[in-house]
């Protein structure tokens, strides 16, 4: 029993040890730091024998290793045989080797080019494709050479994805592109005046300028235009017609010399094909932040019915001087959606079968314009002024008109019509900026940025809607016909203001202590009233659900106040930090009665991650 005790221990023991999923990853590099893919990784030891190969971005995996000590073989054609023991970091389940670098075999004769696979380099939060060796036909867009790089995936809709993470914005030569616009950009620039695409995780404009990376990053994706199209213009259209009078047309403009650029787009079409993303909002100080100043609503040109579309667009850029840079963008789109339906529906109910016929005819005119502006200063040395003002405007006419008609056991039941016309418009404003005052060359900085942004929508609406109804009580009675006229008048109105102060101080080379404090406020003004009529004019005051008036009018503000120390070591990266953050609502609810105000609410924040 004493001897069973014993093996049942060291089992359980080697368990523990063993059962935990320990794993490795590393990057092979060559000595010109270019990723090295498809070479033969092997990680052997006294308990693992495993053989994994780098991937297009020159990673390796290898997971459930037990040994504490290994060796890590690397073999591949034109590169020295590489080997290298290693010690598993006790304590820890998954160890990142620092790159391994790889050694050109002197005894080859010509370096080997595989056509058609572009060269890939890890720059940091870069990732950075070389476009020289891709092979595309003749006429092809950006999109078209995102597909070939591994790692980006576009599906039929345009959307890209790099990494398993949305694309968000889109810069040429490292300035947004139609404040961002990923399609635009992909779906019209020629492939062939490019020469690198970087998918960068992006943390905002303070982490660029400063190098602090804090909260979540985004996607960008950064296109190159070969230095050679950097001097010139080149104009490009495409047109196609098809059947039942299909028809698009897009032409494109630009024209580039040292510190300039022009870019204009042009689109005509009647397939539902928008050429700007009007929901895309560029540049600014205080990304993410709520409240007004944002589009509502979809863009024009959706997928149901026929939609005639035509757009312009043109984006600027202008290096004034080595201080002084300028670019933005203006868009318009006006769109005419016409949308007819019919549907007939049967349904089987106990004892009950019921017929429903609906056909409805909707038109939709609508205009979209947006217009945004960078300017981007460097006084001096160690100071950096950004300013970014935004202005939009949005106008929808919609005129519906559906009839419908029911049966029960093919005996009608209640028919009716409806008439609605809705008119609404979306003004919205904004600016941001921010300043960065570099103190030292040690990292000692101050970074402030600050926004406010406007947005207002105005909707009315006039429907009228005519029933016959069948009394279900009374077959024998006439039927009767009941006139229903509602007017419906919306307004919402927001907006939103902010500004945020950091400061960074050294405290050794791998170790800052950053101080940070927020403020932002949100305030919302929404009314909806609605009355219903009869056919005679007169209010019918016995329906609440047709007569309604209400408002809400509410602000929402936050001061957040934190302190947090980072440090980035060779093998470790840690930050602990804490921050209050009081908050305050107050708000008044429907027929403005019953107002009451929240008390501040302190909230303390602490955080640690490695």
């Known amino acids: 029993m004493r001897g069973f005790m014993l093996f049942l221990l060291s089992m359980l023991t080697g368990w523990t040890v063993y059962g935990q999923t320990r794993s490795v990853q590393g990057m092979l590099k060559d000595d010109k730091n270019r990723v090295v893919a498809g070479a033969t990784v092997k990680l052997t030891s006294k308990l693992d024998s495993m053989v994994a190969g780098s991937n297009m971005a020159g990673i390796f995996i290898f997971d459930k290793i037990k040994a504490d000590t290994f060796k890590i073989t690397v073999s591949n054609l034109g590169f020295e045989r590489f080997e290298k023991e290693f010690d598993f970091p006790k304590g820890e389940v998954k160890y990142i080797i620092p790159s391994l670098t790889l050694q050109q075999n002197s005894q080859m004769l010509e370096e080997v080019v595989v056509d058609g696979v572009p060269t890939v380099v890890v720059k940091s939060d870069t990732l950075e494709y070389t476009m020289k060796d891709l092979k595309l036909r003749e006429g092809s867009v950006a999109e078209d050479a995102l597909k070939k790089l591994q790692g980006v995936e576009v599906d039929k809709d345009g959307n890209v994805t790099a990494q398993g993470e949305s694309v968000k914005r889109v810069r040429i030569n490292g300035k947004d592109f139609f404040g961002g616009d990923v399609k635009t950009a992909t779906q019209n620039l020629p492939a062939n005046i490019i020469q690198k695409m970087q998918i960068i995780d992006d943390y905002g404009d303070m982490a660029n300028i400063t190098g602090n990376k804090n909260g979540d990053s985004e996607k960008v994706l950064n296109i190159q235009i070969d230095p050679k199209y950097n001097q010139g213009h080149m104009t490009t259209l495409r047109a196609g017609y098809g059947t039942e009078d299909r028809y698009q047309a897009t032409g494109m403009w630009m024209g580039m010399r040292e510190g300039e650029q022009i870019s204009v787009l042009g689109n005509l079409n009647n397939t539902n094909a928008p050429l700007f993303d009007f929901n895309t909002t560029g540049g600014g100080a205080r990304r993410g932040q709520g409240g007004g100043g944002r589009r509502g609503g979809g863009m024009f040109g959706g997928s149901d019915g026929l939609t005639k579309i035509g757009s312009i667009g043109l984006n600027f850029r202008k290096d004034f001087s080595d201080k002084l840079t300028a670019y933005g963008s203006y868009s318009y789109s006006h769109s005419n959606n016409t949308t007819l339906s019919q549907r007939f529906q049967e349904n089987t109910l106990p004892n009950i079968m019921q017929t429903d016929s609906v056909t409805s005819n909707s038109n939709t005119i609508g205009g979209s ?151 932002n406020k949100n305030k919302y003004d929404n009314s909806n009233r609605q009355e219903g009529r009869n056919m005679a004019g007169e209010l019918i005051a016995d329906d609440p659900k047709l007569n309604f008036d209400y408002n809400y009018d509410y602000s929402f503000s936050t001061h957040k106040v934190g302190a947090n120390y980072l440090y980035n070591g060779d093998k470790i990266t840690y930050s602990i930090g804490a921050a209050a953050q009081p908050s305050q609502l107050r708000g008044c609810n429907q027929f403005g009665i019953n107002c009451s105000n929240t008390s501040q609410q302190y909230e303390l924040d602490a955080n640690c991650a490695i």
Not at 377 to 406: C, H, L, M, R
Not at 421 to 426: G, L, P, R
């Open 369 to 519: 314009h947006r217009f945004e502006a960078n300017v981007e200063w460097k006084p001096s040395a160690n100071d950096y002024i950004k300013i970014s003002p935004q202005f939009g405007y949005d106008k929808s006419d919609v005129t519906t008109f559906s009839e419908s008609t029911t049966y029960r056991n093919n005996a009608f039941n209640n028919s009716q019509k409806q008439d609605i016309i809705a008119n609404s418009t979306a003004p919205r404003f904004g600016v941001s900026g921010l300043y960065n005052r570099k103190l030292n060359d040690k990292g000692r900085n101050v970074f402030v940025n600050m926004n406010f942004n406007n947005a207002k929508t105005e909707k009315d609406q006039n429907a009228i809607l005519d029933r016959l109804l069948a009394d279900p009580n009374n077959a024998d009675a006439p039927l009767s016909s009941i006139y229903e006229k509602t007017i419906l008048e919306a307004s919402n109105k927001s907006w939103n203001a902010g500004a945020s102060l950091n400061y960074t101080e050294p405290l050794s080379e791998k170790g800052r202590l950053e101080f940070t404090y927020d403020f």
